[in-house]
């Protein structure tokens, strides 16, 4: 298992950024699958980015961030970053880390943050 801590959420107006950080415990943390996943008000959580683990990256995003969210991971500070550009009203929710011990990020991971909060005005 693996603690995750996030930071980084605030209030920003459309079109900023703002970057998030998931610090993580351990020291097995390149052994994981890291990515972010979000929950707006009164819908599902969805994906929104996720990384590989190992040495070379697989890298996939969901298609209402591409090209404006950047994910990435610095394996020897154990944290994951998703750098969030030309943000919109629709990306505010409450933004998790996830993890799980393999190569790709499940759709269920088996490790979670507590959750930061984006908002974004217009």
């Known amino acids: 298992q693996v603690q995750l801590v996030e930071s980084g959420g605030g209030l920003v107006q459309a079109g900023g950024s703002l970057r998030l950080s998931c610090a993580a415990s351990?020291?097995?943390?390149?052994?994981?699958?890291m990515g972010w996943f979000r929950q707006a008000p009164g819908k599902e959580r969805e994906f929104v980015a996720g990384?590989?683990?190992?040495?070379?990256?697989?890298?996939r995003y969901a298609d209402s961030v591409k090209g404006r969210f950047t994910i990435s991971r610095d394996n020897a500070k154990s944290t994951l970053y998703l750098q969030m550009n030309r943000l919109k009203p629709e990306d505010t929710a409450v933004y998790y880390c996830a993890a799980n011990r393999a190569y790709v990020l499940s759709t269920q991971p088996d490790n979670w943050g507590q959750g930061t909060q984006v908002t974004v005005s217009s």
């Open positions: 351990g020291r097995t943390f390149s052994s994981y699958a």
């Open positions: 990384i590989s683990s190992g040495i070379t990256y697989t890298i």
